[in-house]
């Protein structure tokens, strides 16, 4: 009898001290694991761009990247996209709110597989790649141009001028068509964004297997990934607003992040709505490629509701380990302290209200170090260096 009160006295503290033992059923998915599990991989090829005509096209994608790189169209001559969006940080800075000519209110989006999502910005106030382009370029935090500046870079540079004839015909003269030749850009700078892709991680290599027949513990992860998947998919529920191959319900939520300590309150989407829709660069826009009402349903139904108040975009999953800080205002530093947050949702947001599917995971110190395990296991191939900066000169 003693023995067995000592027993279950240390197998309490045991879960106390957050030291628990995983069984070997943590390991094992199950049919409807695995049945979660294969919607996950593998990523399919970006979808169509409707609103931009050479959203595929290569010369577009070629000067798109030369514009990318060229810290010459910012105001001070010193800020590119790549400052915010540096392949060596995963197409994001780094740090926790991204810094061009000043601090901005928000954390920089790493642009893996951008082309797939349907919003943009945390706050979804564009509606296409293109569109998205062209907000920091003349925003004053970030680049601070003015399409007049953009224009005489453009217009200045024997490379860029005949990269654009190449895509557009000759660039128009000063002050002529200044939005249009400015849409122009954003298009290429989509082109080449199109081209910013990561699959081929160790999780896609493992969906492969197991869609082909091998029992998912021989697949290619460690009983420790395979634990993490299994909340991933199961007890945790991620796969609700992480969900589909790029990991990512491209929707809007609001997590419950208590208000920052250093930082006005953010409505999110509740004024991104607003936003997009009143943007002359959107789907319905004059510089559109297509303004049927089919490509643009999106925006024909789209209405200000009061549950907008502050949720921001579901963030892709693929690359996360490479990607920190995370969230919308980069205040969480680490994987874990995501999970953490996950776990607890002890605070209420200064704005609207958590969304309800929302409950505390609780969490065990071993679960999330499981989950962080499996996290992991999406970082990708590496891409081409050819597209890791400026173009070689043709």
């Known amino acids: ?9 240390g197998s309490i503290a045991l879960l106390a001290c957050g030291c628990d033992r995983p069984s070997p059923e943590d390991a094992q998915l199950g049919a409807r694991d695995v049945a979660e599990v294969l919607k996950l991989s593998p990523l399919p090829e970006a979808p169509p761009s409707p609103t931009n005509a050479v959203a595929d096209n290569d010369d577009a994608a070629h000067l798109g990247q030369l514009l990318f790189y060229d810290s010459r169209l910012s105001s001070n001559g010193a800020v590119s996209c790549a400052t915010c969006h540096d392949p060596q940080h995963g197409f994001s800075d780094g740090k926790p709110l991204s810094e061009g000519l000043a601090t901005t209110r928000r954390h920089s989006q790493a642009l893996w597989n951008v082309a797939h999502q349907r919003w943009f910005f945390w706050d979804g106030r564009a509606d296409s790649l293109w ?17 007049a500046h953009i224009h005489d870079v453009v217009a200045g540079d024997a490379e860029l001028a005949a990269a654009y004839e190449a895509v557009f015909g000759p660039v128009p003269a000063a002050g002529e068509a200044l939005e249009r030749f400015l849409g122009n850009l954003g298009k290429c ?14 999780f896609d290599a493992f969906v492969a297997r197991v869609r082909g027949g091998e029992p998912p513990e021989s697949a290619g992860l460690s009983e420790e990934e395979l634990r993490g998947l299994k909340i ?8 609700l607003c992480h969900s589909g191959p790029n990991l990512t319900d491209s929707e809007f939520h609001n997590i419950g992040l208590p208000k920052h300590p250093d930082l006005k309150k953010d409505s999110g989407r509740f004024e ?22 089919e490509t643009n349903i999106k925006l024909r139904y789209l209405v200000v509701k009061m549950n907008n108040m502050a949720e921001f975009k579901t963030p892709s999953l ?16 680490t994987i874990g302290e995501v ?6 949702l ?16 609780k969490l065990s110190k071993r679960e999330k170090a499981e989950l962080e395990a499996f996290l992991r296991t999406l970082t990708g191939e590496p891409l081409d260096e050819s597209l890791l900066g400026p173009p070689p000169k043709r």
């Open 339 to 344: 999970l953490t947050h996950y776990s607890e």
């Open 1 to 9: 009898m003693r023995r067995g009160i000592t027993a279950a006295m």
């Open 346 to 361: 002890k605070d209420d947001p200064p704005l609207g209200h958590r969304e309800e599917t929302l409950v505390p995971l």
């Open 189 to 202: 700078f989509e082109a080449y964004q199109r081209k910013i892709v990561s699959t081929g991680s160790r």
């Open 232 to 239: 991933f998919v199961g007890r945790g529920q991620c796969v």
């Open 318 to 333: 693929r690359n996360v380990a490479l990607t920190a800080p995370y969230m919308h205002d980069g205040r969480f530093a």
């Open 131 to 147: 569109a998205q382009s062209l907000q920091p370029l003349q925003d004053e935090s970030e680049m601070g141009a003015t399409p």
């Open 272 to 293: 991104g709505v607003r936003l997009v829709k009143k943007d002359p660069f959107n789907g319905t826009g004059a510089f559109s490629d297509d303004r049927s009402e």
